[in-house]
Nanobody
Framework: QVRLVESGGGLVQPGGSLRLSCAAS????????MGWYCQAPGKQRERVAI???????NYADSVKGRFTISRDNAKNTVYLQMNSLKPEDTAVYYC????????????????WGQGTQVTASS
């Protein structure tokens, strides 16, 4: 069984920073894309940032220049450094990963974390 466990959410004043972490555990052969999505109340889940196994990154326009995604392949962990947070960044943030794991034939599947609340408010 493959699991994604997030940490690092919380309440911060506008302009502040948070760092989210997401660790994958279980029987893992390869981790391909890792990333972060967010979902605000009444809105659809949307992509924030992704990073490939080769280190290529892609960001939503709304977070470019403020958020940085990175990964530590040795720890099967992806991070999201969130700076200059705005009230509109408030949402539940979900970790996402495409992993070949479990058992043979090591099918590549999508996994989601349980979500962590990020609130930017004074």
């Amino acid at each position: 069984q493959v699991r994604l466990v997030e940490s690092g959410g919380g309440l911060v004043q506008p302009g502040g920073s948070l760092r989210l972490s997401c660790a994958a555990s279980g029987i893992i052969r390869s981790i391909w894309v890792m990333g972060w999505y967010c979902q605000a109340p009444g809105k659809q889940r949307e992509r924030v940032a992704i990073i490939t196994d080769g280190g290529s990154t892609n960001y939503a326009d709304s977070v470019k220049g403020r958020f940085t995604i990175s990964r530590d392949n040795a720890k099967n962990t992806v991070y999201l450094q969130m700076n200059s947070l705005k009230p509109e960044d408030t949402a539940v943030y979900y970790c996402y990963a495409e992993i070949s794991g479990g058992n043979p034939p090591w099918t590549r599947s999508a996994y989601w974390g349980q979500g962590t609340q990020v609130t930017a408010s004074s």
